[in-house]
């Protein structure tokens, strides 16, 4: 005998449960909320950097753009001027420096590099150029020895001082001004391979520009004014 069939009604049923709709307004304000946040930060931000360009000479972030900037050019040095007596870059102190690295018996670089600082000293005039001690020194100690190094130097102008050491002297401050330098060749009449570069150093010692042989004694000129004030 066949059981019989159990059938519920449509009315017998639960109804669904709806969750209740979120209105979408809460997350919108959130999401302004953060958008208005965010834009306050970079406003004040933006703002703190201008204010502190406008600063004169700068502000604090001018000055630490400044010390990023800033090459490791320089520093002590401890040598032996042209009449025998021991000269450090402290002795410079006040003035300005206009130093070149080379060798007396170069026989281009060198006297070209130099030259141009004396046409260039020229073109300030006796005042201005009394600001700055124009300094040449050796990377070839062997044989630029102290009563050499004064001649040769001062060919080119009288002021110019020329400075010598001793191998680990002259190699100490050629490590400090970044200046590459060696023997070419082993024979008695060697020469020097050598970076060419002219440094221009503050009152303080420190570096403030370069030169090349690209700049002509005009150019440097105009540059050492904007400089000297």
């Known amino acids: ?45 933006l703002g703190w950097v201008i204010s502190d360009l406008l600063v004169p000479g700068g502000g604090t972030l001018v000055s630490k753009m400044e010390k990023v900037a800033t090459p490791a050019i320089g520093g002590p040095f401890n040598l032996i001027d042209g009449d025998g007596k021991p000269i450090a870059d402290a002795d410079f102190r006040g003035k300005y420096m206009l130093i070149y690295f080379g060798y007396t018996h170069c026989p281009d670089a060198c006297p070209t590099a130099l030259q141009d600082m004396a046409d260039a000293l020229e073109r300030l005039g006796p005042e201005a150029a009394g600001q700055i001690a124009p300094i040449f020194i050796t990377i ?36 400090a001004y970044r200046v590459y330098f060696r023997k070419s060749t082993q024979d008695a009449d060697y020469l020097m391979d050598h970076s060419s570069i002219i440094y221009l150093m503050g009152r303080d010692g420190k570096f403030l520009a370069h030169f ?15 400089f000297l004030g």
């Not at 004694?217 to 004014?225: F, G, R, S, T, V």
Request: proline residues 10%; charged residues 15%.
């Open 212 to 226: 090349t042989h690209q700049t002509s004694p005009e150019q440097m000129a105009a540059a050492l004014k904007k």
């Open 1 to 45: 005998m066949t059981p019989p069939t159990t059938t519920s009604s449509s009315s017998d049923t639960p109804a669904p449960v709806q969750s209740p709709v979120q209105s979408p307004a809460p997350r919108r304000t959130r999401v302004l909320w953060a958008v208005w946040t965010v834009a306050i930060v970079v406003a004040a931000g």
């Open 140 to 175: 070839d100690p062997e044989r630029d020895t102290v009563g050499y190094i004064k001649g040769y130097a001062q060919q080119f102008d009288p002021r110019f001082v020329g400075l010598t050491g001793s191998a680990d002297q002259v190699a100490a401050a050629a490590r």
